[in-house]
């Protein structure tokens, strides 16, 4: 037997940072990244894994990995001028079910820290520690903890249900993560908002997406 002709075209490739288009109806509930690209080029230190990274990724499977290292001191007034050394690491897993063909609309989260070592927090006399990403997981402890793993299922594009644990943080593209853009905790975090709710916390609520641009969360704590 031989094909038929058809008319149709296929399915165009994705441009070079676009994600692979959608099969199950429902748009990417991870953020995306490609990466691909040489060493000056790509997002990540690792890039792809070779293949590998990316095909997971387009699979709706992202694997991220992140160490900090700050050396810090208070050179001149505060309450001392010791240089203290800090380390950080943070392990992170989210999986897009629909992308993954296992079901559509289902988005885990997980993700894990640990800190070690002395900050320069304590020597300078601020009212705010000038270093944020030290506050995390536990101030003032080394260890390793499990921040957050939580389940999101969406019922529709519009309208989802949500339980586990999270994270707290302020997020806003302004500040966000502190282990990519601002060092004091007066650029990262309300000082009242850090003194009534914790760094981590369990929860369930419901996701409202009223418009692409706008998505509403409210928890239950």
């Given at each position: 037997a031989r094909a038929q002709p058809t008319d149709e075209e296929p399915p165009a490739a994705p441009k070079a940072g676009e994600p692979p288009a959608?099969?199950?109806g429902m748009p990417w509930?991870?953020?995306y990244t490609d990466?691909?690209?040489d060493l000056w080029s790509r997002g990540t230190l690792t890039g792809e894994w070779a293949g590998t990274r990316q095909r997971l990724m387009d699979k709706g499977v992202r694997?991220?990995?992140s160490v900090l290292q700050t050396v810090q001191g208070n050179v001149k007034g505060g309450k001392d001028n010791k240089t203290g050394f800090t380390g950080g690491l943070d392990?992170?897993?989210?999986?897009?079910?629909g992308k993954a063909d296992l079901w559509p609309g289902g988005m885990l989260k997980l993700k894990a820290e640990g800190r070690w070592g002395t900050d320069a927090n304590a020597g300078t006399g601020t009212l705010l520690p000038v270093?944020?990403?030290t506050l995390f997981p536990v101030p003032g402890e080394d260890t390793f903890q499990l921040?957050?793993?939580n389940y999101t299922q969406f019922l529709s594009t519009w309208i989802g249900v949500t339980?586990?644990?999270y994270s707290m943080r302020d997020a806003n593209v302004f500040a966000h993560d502190e282990t990519e853009q601002f060092m004091n905790t007066a650029f990262n975090l309300n000082p009242v908002v850090g003194t009534t709710i914790p760094l981590s916390a369990l929860g369930a609520g419901v996701v409202l997406v009223p418009a692409p641009w706008l998505t509403v969360i409210t928890l239950a704590l």
């Open positions: 959608s099969a199950d509930l991870i953020p990466y691909r690209g694997f991220d990995l392990l992170g897993f989210q999986l897009d079910t270093n944020f990403e921040s957050e793993l339980l586990g644990k």
